[in-house]
């Protein structure tokens, strides 16, 4: 799907979504049920080719046995395929003795807002603060949560303005009325990171499943944007009850006001980098690429909200 298709899809389903919000949720909730109806049936598949092998043996005694070979290298590789690592996020893991206000001030929002519990608090260098989810069981799910805290973030704020920015985090994983536009919301992302494992990964088994989504991870992307976005405003409102829209307006502007200087910062030093930088470095093979339009707002619009890899607070889009 190109950008021109994924705007174009997008507004067709912003004018339906506000016309008859009911009929697009709908909607987006079967197009959700596809995916899990895509892993269902090639669950059904395989277990339908390996009780036929079983049935087999009763029938055709020894040539069943030069059937269970190819058969069996098949169900092999389907399962190897389904079975996808996803890499967890890198950060330095903070534990519940070294910082026990940090853990008391997200058991009490977490406890506010009806979120389930994270398995991992990470603290990075990025400035963001992002909640990921990372299944266990490959396309079968039975996630593990993290919870990403920047340093630079969190030197920036008041502690207060920090709880609304975890609430805003947590607003993602909430219960309550906005279960399942956050379910939708953490669906997208977690059809996208399938999609990019899938792409990696060099089995054969995968033919199964990557044609698939290459196409139903972009277009569900484009179908539930609407509801995204909602969501995103669902999980400021989360942090406004949670705290106070003083302090969520005060993380609000502060983090765009900074992230703004940061992001004009990091644009001019790649291109003082690519100046003085030898023609060879600039090639596809490189870090850097010196293209006009090749920065920080790449692909924006696409990406927001919400990345394949994490919600991500002070920008709507994830833009690296």
């Avoid at 395989?46 to 040539?63: D, Q, W």
């Avoid at 900074?258 to 001019?268: A, I, K, Q, W």
Wanted: overall charge positive.
């Amino acid at each position: 799907m190109t950008d021109e298709q994924f705007d174009a899809l997008v507004s067709r389903l912003e004018a339906q979504a506000r016309r008859s919000p009911r009929a697009y949720k709908l909607r987006v909730l079967l197009l959700a049920l596809l995916g899990y109806g895509y892993l269902g049936a090639m669950l059904g598949l395989i277990l339908f080719l390996f009780l036929l092998t079983l049935g087999s043996l009763v029938f055709l005694k020894a040539a069943a046995i030069k059937l269970i070979i190819p058969v069996g290298a098949f169900l092999w590789m389907v399962l190897r395929a389904m079975w996808v690592r996803l890499e967890p996020p890198a950060g330095r893991r903070v534990t519940r003795k070294e910082a026990p206000a940090l853990f008391a001030a997200i058991d009490a929002l977490r406890r506010r807002l009806r979120a389930p519990r994270f398995h991992r608090v990470l603290i990075t260098d990025d400035f963001n603060a992002a909640v990921v989810q990372v299944p266990r069981l490959g396309m079968l799910g039975w996630h593990r949560n993290y919870l990403l805290l920047g340093l630079p973030l969190m030197k920036l704020m008041t502690p207060r303005q920090f709880e609304a920015v975890l609430a805003h985090e947590f607003g993602h994983l909430a219960g309550g009325h906005g279960r399942m536009s956050n379910w939708i919301y953490r669906l997208r992302m977690g059809w996208a990171r399938l999609l990019h494992a899938l792409e990696r990964q060099q089995s054969w088994g995968t033919f199964m499943f990557r044609r698939f989504f290459n196409w139903y991870s972009p277009y569900f992307s484009a179908y539930s944007f609407p509801l995204a976005r909602a969501n995103e405003y669902e999980a400021d409102a989360a942090s406004v009850r949670a705290v106070s829209a003083e302090a969520a307006a005060e993380a609000l502007t502060s983090v765009n006001v900074v992230g703004s200087y940061l992001d004009e910062r990091r644009t001019r030093c790649s291109a003082m980098r690519c100046r003085r930088s030898p023609p060879s470095s600039t090639t596809a093979g490189g870090r850097a690429s010196c293209r006009p339009g090749s920065g920080a707002t790449g692909k924006c619009r696409r990406a927001a909200p919400g990345s394949p890899s994490s919600t991500g607070w002070p920008r709507k889009a994830n833009c690296r």
